[in-house]
Structures are given as C-alpha cells and as structure tokens.
C-alpha cells in the first residue's frame, strides 16, 4: 500500500503565490514519476507539472514561468510552487505518484494519487 498526502493549497488574490507539499509513504521500492494535476468545475484533469527521478520536469503551457515542481527523492516528496497566480488557476490539486512496489517476492508498478487539496484564485 503506498499513501499520497497534499496539503498547502487555499485562498489568495491573483498575482500572489501558495506551494503545495506532497508525500508518499508506505511500501514503495522506487518512484519513477511525481507530479500535479488539477481538475476545475465542470472540466477534465489536466495535468500541471511531473519530475522524474533523474530531475527531466515538464510542464503545462498554461503555468510556464510562473510554477516550480521540485523534489526530495530521499523524503518521497514533491513541492508545487505557484507564483503570479490568476483566478483560472482556480481548481482541486491532485498529486500523482508512480512507481514499484513489492507483491510477495514479486515487484509490480503502482500509480497512486492524493485525495486533492482546494487552490482558489479571487480577489
């Protein structure tokens, strides 16, 4: 079993900046992949930002230059730093976590996902 827990996420004006922290923890043997994703009212998730284990990040057009994702491959953990924020980037931030885990004697890939934290953007 391996958890994923958010948190960081609120309220703040446009223009100004929050950080999302995201953990994993649990039987986890390697994790290939962090990223963000959010999903607003009424649309699909998208995805935001990932990094891979070696540090290759990519990110959404919509948040170049104005999001960071970093990552502590030792803590199992990945941070989302949003800076000039604007009101469309109003929505629920999910963390993404893939990976492998041991089955037994067996390894096997996992892909988990955090239970979502609140980002709104208003004035």
């Known amino acids: 079993q391996v958890q994923v827990v958010e948190s960081g996420g609120g309220l703040v004006q446009p223009g100004g900046s929050l950080r999302l922290s995201c953990a994993a923890s649990g039987s986890i043997r390697r994790i290939y992949a962090m990223g963000w994703y959010r999903q607003a009212p009424g649309k699909q998730r998208e995805l935001v930002a990932a990094i891979r284990s070696g540090g290759n990040t990519n990110y959404a057009d919509s948040v170049k230059g104005r999001f960071t994702i970093s990552r502590d491959n030792f803590k199992n953990t990945v941070w989302l730093q949003m800076n000039s924020l604007k009101p469309e980037d109003t929505a629920v931030y999910y963390c993404?976590?893939?990976?492998?885990?041991?089955?037994?004697?067996?390894?096997?890939?996992?892909?988990?996902w955090g239970q979502g934290t609140q980002v709104t953007v208003s004035s």
């Open positions: 993404n976590v893939n990976g492998s885990t041991w089955m037994g004697s067996a390894v096997r890939d996992f892909e988990s």
